[in-house]
């Protein structure tokens, strides 16, 4: 059933608003108007990978643009490698050990959800699932452990397609504006972070990390910033290379 009076209102991302609902369990609710069915195929994913054993909150209903599962409580990953920026190493471990997770569910069982792919209408040989935003802002630290949210982007295609997302969203998203030395600081922490996730996960070469700038460059909320540094970074790649040039799998600004 629909729950129709949401209770305190945990946060709000760009497509969806999340309430606590009380026992444990969230209230995720579209507001932007999606069609009822493609609430049901993130759901029907959502419980599909979990009994395959990746860490995913469990859901409990669907109905319309309301999803109710189960809440994830703890920081996100990103807060811990803001406390604690030592632990960037680990925490990209971590990562990459998750995108092998969810990587070793058979897109096969995803048949008929009516996912977007730009690898086909319906999944093919050697196709897996796909969380497509999987960065540390998405895996919840729960006292049990890791839980990956926001599987509204799932799909299916070849596992490397998901590495290279996370490399680029990664890599280059936007910095919030401040200081200087602040923001450098900063590109250095991504740019190191990236580096440690790419060794745990790749290897990644150069025609999947065009592919990874495609798809981002074709996400309408990608903000303006992130995306004339992506046009440039494609740009430069479709120019000849000079001998001795190849790609890189960290980060450069």
């Known amino acids: 059933m629909a729950v129709k009076v949401p209770g305190a209102l945990l946060g709000s991302g760009r497509n969806a ?5 009380g026992g444990g369990r969230v209230l995720r609710r579209y507001r932007d108007g999606r069609d009822s069915s493609r609430v049901a195929g993130e759901a029907q994913v959502m419980a599909h990978a979990r009994a395959c054993g990746v860490p995913v ?7 319309g643009a309301d999803i109710v599962m189960e809440r994830a409580a703890g920081p996100t990953m990103l807060d811990v490698l803001a ?17 092998d997770l969810v990587h070793q ?55 490397i397609v998901d590495v290279a997302l996370t490399w680029v969203i990664v ?17 250095a922490f991504q ?32 903000l303006p910033v992130e995306a004339v540094r992506l046009e440039r970074m494609a740009a430069a790649a479709r120019r000849p290379k000079t001998s001795g040039t190849s790609g890189t799998s960290g980060t450069s600004r």
Not at 171 to 187: D, F, H, N
């Open 17 to 21: 608003d999340a309430y606590d609902i």
């Open 57 to 63: 909150p469990e859901v409990f209903d669907v109905c």
């Open 83 to 99: 406390r604690r920026p030592w632990s960037i190493r680990v925490h990209a471990r971590e990562l990459a050990r998750l995108h």
């Open 105 to 159: 569910v058979p897109a096969s069982g995803l048949a008929g959800l009516g996912l977007r792919s730009p690898f086909g209408a319906e999944p093919g040989d050697g196709h897996v699932l796909l969380h497509t935003d999987l960065h540390p802002q998405n895996v919840v630290l729960t006292g049990t452990g890791p839980m990956i949210i926001d599987w509204e982007g799932a799909s299916f295609g070849p596992a």
């Open 171 to 187: 890599g280059y998203s936007e910095i919030p504006p401040g200081p200087r030395i602040q923001a450098a600081v900063m590109w």
């Open 191 to 222: 740019a190191a972070f990236t580096r440690s996730f790419v060794r745990a996960a790749g290897p990644l070469d150069e025609s999947w990390q065009q592919t990874a700038i495609r798809l981002r460059l074709a996400d309408p909320n990608v």
